[in-house]
């Protein structure tokens, strides 16, 4: 398994950005798939953006697309997770999570695909 950190959280107004960052160990990273989940109080973990070993397949929920974008720095072993246009319906812990057992998946979307997450990181969106 890989420790994963995120950071980047905190509180914006509506139509506000902000990057999360996940900060990975280990040397493997770098070929592991990768994800961005949330959740809110009372409700349960959702997918919000998958991306492979590469990078260069992502995949976003539709209630972010075109608002998130998911990245990767394999050189830092960090993935990123740019938020524009927040809205307060974005307001949520989010995690970031790793399957070491492959760099691209099916679907990124399911979360007991993911055998490492984060401790996660609080998005407060004010309107």
């Known amino acids: 398994q890989v420790q994963l950190v995120e950071s980047g959280g905190g509180l914006v107004q509506a139509g506000g950005s902000l990057r999360l960052s996940c900060a990975a160990s280990?040397?493997?990273?770098?070929?592991?798939?990768m994800g961005w989940f949330r959740q809110a109080p009372g409700k349960e973990r959702e997918f919000v953006a998958g991306i492979n070993w590469s990078g260069a397949s992502t995949d976003h929920a539709d209630s972010v697309k075109g608002r998130f974008t998911i990245s990767r720095d394999r050189t830092k072993n960090t993935l990123y997770l740019q938020m524009n246009s927040l809205k307060p319906e974005d307001t949520a812990v989010y995690y970031c999570?790793?399957?070491?057992?492959?760099?691209?998946?099916?679907?990124?979307?399911?979360?007991?695909?993911?055998?490492?997450w984060g401790q996660g990181t609080q998005v407060t969106v004010s309107s």
């Open positions: 280990g040397r493997t990273f770098s070929s592991y798939a």
């Open positions: 999570a790793a399957n070491s057992r492959a760099g691209t998946l099916a679907s990124y979307s399911v979360p007991h695909q993911y055998d490492s």
